[in-house]
């Protein structure tokens, strides 16, 4: 039987390996969730992108304007929380 660590540790490579799903992107409609990881499968902008990134080292967390345009191919890991694009498509992993 796995330990709890042994179990977290698969349950963290499943997820890092896109095994537990995730949603394609490819609309304006808003999404949310708890996501670990985002790949921008073409150039994107976004009107909501909520993570844990804080913007110029301040406690403020950076918002979907301060990203710009995410190219193409990027990850973007860490903690994403809600996503709605306003152009582009991303791949958001679980």
Do not use: C, H
């Not at 394609?24 to 009107?47: P, Q, Y």
């Not at 993570?51 to 967390?61: A, D, F, H, I, P």
């Not at 950076?62 to 973007?76: F, H, N």
Request: no cysteine; hydrophobic share 40%.
């Amino acid at each position: 039987m796995a330990s709890t660590l042994e179990q977290k540790q698969a349950d963290l490579s499943m997820s890092a390996f896109g095994r537990k799903g995730g949603i394609l992107i490819t609309n304006t409609t808003g999404i949310t969730g708890k996501f670990r990881m985002m790949v921008v499968l073409s150039d994107a902008t976004f009107s909501v992108l909520t993570t844990n990134y804080t913007k110029n080292g301040t406690e403020t967390n950076a918002s979907a304007s301060d990203w710009g345009t995410l190219p193409t191919g990027l990850v973007l890991s860490g903690e994403i929380t809600a996503v709605t694009l306003s152009s582009g498509k991303v791949l958001l992993i679980v």
